[in-house]
């Protein structure tokens, strides 16, 4: 994948795939429906109560992520060992 993000100001554009390919990057995907499902009920939560990402996000961009889906996303801690935290994708 070859997209480009612009910079502020003055245009700085690079490549998307180096962001996700980056070792402080966590590692992100988008949930199955039914998985996604589950984890709503689990936490007795709607979407829309899920922290939001938008589409247009750069890390959205690269799941090729649409408005509706829910992202997973999985971070290293060195207190709490990994940590997985879920954003529902909004237009934008």
Request: glycine share 6%.
């Amino acid at each position: 994948m070859n997209s480009l993000v612009p910079g502020r100001g003055k245009r700085r554009e690079f490549p998307l795939s180096k962001i996700i390919e980056h070792e402080l990057t966590p590692k992100a995907e988008i949930v199955p429906k039914e998985e996604a499902r589950k984890i709503l009920k689990e936490l007795n939560a709607t979407p829309w109560q899920l922290p939001w990402i938008r589409a247009s996000d750069p890390l959205a961009r690269i799941l090729n992520a649409k408005p509706g889906d829910i992202i997973k996303i999985t971070r290293k801690s060195p207190t709490a060992g990994e940590v997985v935290v879920y954003r529902f994708v909004v237009p934008g």
